[in-house]
């Protein structure tokens, strides 16, 4: 005779011993692997913009809520991997910059970014896609982007990228500037730059780059760092009332109690634009680059929305 308690149904039994089997087979968490738990923030491009056959900035940003990681970060594109030796521990972030070449033949590509681990396990963080263009690439920097949308409609039509930066964003290697073809500053806190970009900015204009400096109230601010770069010997700054004329045939725009810039032009600087004696764009070169200083604010209202 059975015992009572062993008269139940096998199948049950056979079913439970498959549940813990099925249990045993299933993949166990990331984390439970030994994968790290790291976040990763990117900026690549111009404002997400690039151009084929010109490099191209990538910054990350890796910040570890896990466990101490030992390994590689890793950034690709096309045939090329960049390799930089990752030891980050828990709570931790660390930032990387480089520039990647972009060839224009490769005009469908993206860009990987991915952990190597010190067991050769590769973990993708990310994989973004390019999408090239621009036959002129405009950076703008600055805190009043609407005073400069009008930018995106530079003859000829449809040739004029505007790519909004920040400081953060500005490359310490001249190269990951090389795509842009004029940088504007206006407007915008300058005193966040780092040397490494104010030498980079300063190598870029030698080498062709072409940069805008905008005036107005914070014009300290906004020229803060620039100061071997500025065509003017700064004295102060006054109100008047002024008329701007491209040329005799262009209607005048009549700027009433703005803000002026006023200083001595510095040695090779010329005056494109004035009235009276005071000056209001004024340019000077640097190596094969040039220097433009505008001594008012652009972003006031009657200038932005002149047809001129």
Same mark, same amino acid.
């Given at each position: 005779?059975q015992?009572?308690?062993?008269?139940?149904?096998?199948?049950?039994?056979?079913?439970?011993?498959?549940?813990?089997?099925?249990? +045993?087979? @299933?993949? $166990? &968490? !990331?984390? %439970? *692997?030994?994968?790290?738990?790291?976040?990763?923030?990117?900026?690549?491009?111009?404002?997400?913009?690039?151009?084929?056959?010109?490099?191209?900035?990538?910054?990350?940003t890796?910040?570890?809520?896990?466990?101490?990681?030992?390994?590689?970060?890793?950034i690709?594109?096309?045939q090329?991997?960049?390799? +930089?030796? @990752?030891? $980050? &521990? !828990?709570? %931790? *972030?660390?930032?990387?910059?480089?520039?990647?070449?972009?060839?224009?033949?490769?005009?469908s590509?993206?860009?990987?970014?991915?952990?190597?681990?010190?067991?050769?396990?590769?973990?993708?963080?990310?994989?973004?896609?390019?999408?090239?263009?621009?036959?002129?690439?405009?950076?703008?920097?600055?805190?009043?982007?609407?005073?400069?949308? !009008?930018?995106?409609?530079?003859?000829?039509?449809?040739?004029t990228?505007?790519?909004?930066?920040?400081?953060?964003?500005?490359?310490?290697?001249?190269?990951?500037?090389?795509?842009?073809?004029?940088?504007?500053?206006s407007?915008?806190?300058?005193t966040?730059?780092?040397?490494?970009?104010?030498?980079?900015?300063?190598?870029?204009?030698?080498?062709?780059?072409?940069?805008?400096?905008?005036?107005g109230?914070?014009y300290?601010?906004?020229?803060?760092?620039?100061?071997?770069?500025?065509?003017?010997?700064?004295?102060?700054?006054?109100?008047?009332?002024?008329?701007?004329?491209?040329?005799?045939a262009?209607?005048?725009?009549?700027l009433?109690?703005?803000?002026?810039?006023?200083?001595?032009?510095?040695a090779?600087?010329?005056?494109?634009?004035?009235?009276?004696?005071?000056?209001?764009?004024?340019?000077?070169?640097?190596?094969?680059?040039?220097?433009?200083?505008?001594?008012?604010?652009?972003?006031?209202?009657?200038?932005?929305?002149?047809?001129?």
């Open positions: 005779t015992h009572p308690t062993q008269l139940k149904n096998p199948m049950k039994k056979h079913l439970l011993l498959g549940l813990l089997l099925l249990l +045993f087979l @299933l993949p $166990l &968490p !990331a984390q %439970a *692997q030994g994968l790290p738990r790291i976040q990763a923030q990117f900026s690549v491009g111009f404002d997400g913009q690039c151009k084929y056959g010109e490099w191209l900035p990538v910054q990350v890796l910040i570890n809520q896990g466990d101490d990681f030992t390994g590689e970060l890793v690709a594109y096309s090329a991997r960049h390799k +930089f030796p @990752l030891e $980050l &521990p !828990a709570n %931790a *972030q660390k930032a990387f910059a480089t520039v990647l070449y972009i060839d224009q033949n490769n005009i590509q993206q860009l990987e970014i991915s952990l190597l681990t010190e067991s050769g396990q590769e973990i993708e963080l990310n994989q973004i896609p390019l999408t090239c263009g621009a036959t002129r690439l405009v950076g703008v920097m600055t805190d009043t982007p609407s005073a400069f949308t !009008a930018l995106n409609a530079l003859p000829p039509a449809n040739t990228d505007v790519a909004y930066l920040d400081v953060a964003s500005l490359a310490e290697n001249w190269l990951g500037l090389q795509a842009m073809d004029i940088l504007l500053v407007n915008a806190d300058a966040q730059l780092t040397e490494k970009q104010h030498a980079a900015i300063r190598t870029w204009i030698q080498k062709g780059g072409q940069i805008i400096f905008g005036g109230a914070g300290q601010q906004t020229w803060a760092g620039f100061d071997n770069l500025i065509p003017l010997d700064v004295s102060g700054a006054s109100v008047a009332d002024v008329t701007l004329k491209l040329d005799t262009s209607e005048g725009l009549a009433n109690s703005i803000l002026l810039i006023d200083g001595e032009l510095t090779d600087t010329q005056i494109l634009f004035s009235t009276g004696d005071q000056p209001l764009v004024v340019q000077k070169k640097l190596g094969a680059g040039v220097v433009t200083l505008l001594t008012f604010d652009p972003n006031i209202s009657s200038f932005r929305s002149w047809d001129q």
